[in-house]
């Protein structure tokens, strides 16, 4: 099923969640190739150590020619409503594994509707939201779950503050598709006053105001874990940042490039009476996808991988390794799934 090159093809290198996860590999002493739309801004924003390859969204022949040679291609540019389906399926056509970051439920939905049946073909995985939104709730959800149906899966996130990335914003302006939630155990639509009471997070976080605003993780949980209910929240102050058009991109606080920006994310899963608690917490949610995506690309290339079809990431790789594997470097996992 694997190919034999460990290339690692990122789309989107130029972005700022994309220029991270270069810097991941390279730090990891992986093979990387940059692609992108243009040779300018590739040669601009990347050390020309770095492969750099052009492809045109519009132009299918031009992604694959960029794909060859590569292992597993990372996504990184949103919207994904517009970019998921043509670099999947030119991923796939080229002989890759195909992994992307949206935080748009529509894109991952249809990613896991219409893609499985040609990853299965091609003898690969496809695995959309494998980032701070959507992948991490999954592998905690994932390592909490027993066997058996699941009563109710609560995400709460909180930011200190969210300064958002033009690609952020880009992508809120193009998703106007109304957001869903897991209600008696099928997708529904998100119903209005959905402010529910604090939750309290560790310091500094602490109580935090949250109302329900749930992104692709609902997706994802739901297509692998059978569960009544699934909701996501996320703290008011955070949301009001994101909406308040002065609110500034995200700056560096250190040399990896990283915001100062604190993050808490929990997952409580009720389950045969049985309530359980995970989370992790750390700093940047754009950073910290990088090293979450990398991880799962790795385990992709791995000689002994043989999943295929389109995949949630807590159902593509060991969880609880996978935990263990990014605690105490990318972030800090605690609770009921912690590896100590």
């Known amino acids: 099923m694997n190919s034999t090159s460990k290339f690692i093809a990122v789309y989107g290198a130029t972005g700022h969640t994309g220029r991270f996860v270069v810097q991941e590999a390279q730090r990891r002493g992986l093979p990387v190739v940059a692609v992108g739309r243009s040779a300018a801004r590739l040669a601009e924003a990347l050390p020309p150590i770095v492969p750099q390859r052009t492809a045109d969204l519009d132009d299918p022949a031009s992604l694959e020619r960029a794909f060859a040679g590569c292992a597993v291609v990372i996504n990184c540019a949103g919207p994904f409503l517009d970019t998921a389906a043509a670099v999947a399926q030119a991923a796939l056509r080229a002989g890759c594994h195909y992994i992307d970051v949206t935080a748009e439920q ?10 499985d049946a040609p990853a299965r073909a091609a003898g690969r995985a496809v695995i959309p939201a494998a980032a701070f939104y959507g992948g991490l709730a999954d592998l905690l959800a994932s390592a909490l779950a027993a066997e058996g149906d699941i009563d ?5 996130i909180a930011l200190d503050r969210w300064w958002p990335t033009s690609g952020t914003r880009k992508t809120g302006e193009r998703n106007t598709v109304p957001r869903v939630v897991v209600r008696d ?5 998100l119903q209005p006053s959905a402010d529910v009471a604090n939750w309290v ?7 935090q105001a949250m109302t329900q605003m749930p992104f692709s993780e609902v997706i994802t949980l739901s297509r692998h874990l059978k569960a009544r209910e699934i909701r996501s929240l996320l703290n008011r102050s955070a949301l009001a940042d994101i909406r308040d058009a002065a ?3 995200p700056t560096a606080a250190d040399d990896s490039g990283r915001s100062a920006q604190r993050f808490e994310l929990v997952v409580r899963l009720v389950q045969h ?5 995970a989370g992790v917490r750390g700093q940047d949610i754009y950073a910290v996808t990088a090293p979450v995506v990398i991880e799962a690309a ?10 295929s079809g389109a995949l949630a990431l807590g159902e593509a790789v060991d969880a609880v390794d996978m935990l263990r594997s990014l605690d105490g470097s990318a972030l800090e996992v605690f609770g009921d799934a912690s590896p100590g």
């Open 106 to 115: 529509a894109s991952a939905l249809a990613s896991f509707t219409e893609l």
């Open 152 to 156: 109710e899966i609560t995400v709460a």
């Open 185 to 189: 155990g099928r997708l529904a639509p």
């Open 201 to 207: 997070f560790s310091a500094p976080l602490g109580p």
């Open 247 to 249: 609110t500034p991109a």
């Open 273 to 277: 009476g049985i309530t359980r608690t």
């Open 298 to 307: 790795q385990r992709l290339m791995a000689p002994a991988y043989r999943r």
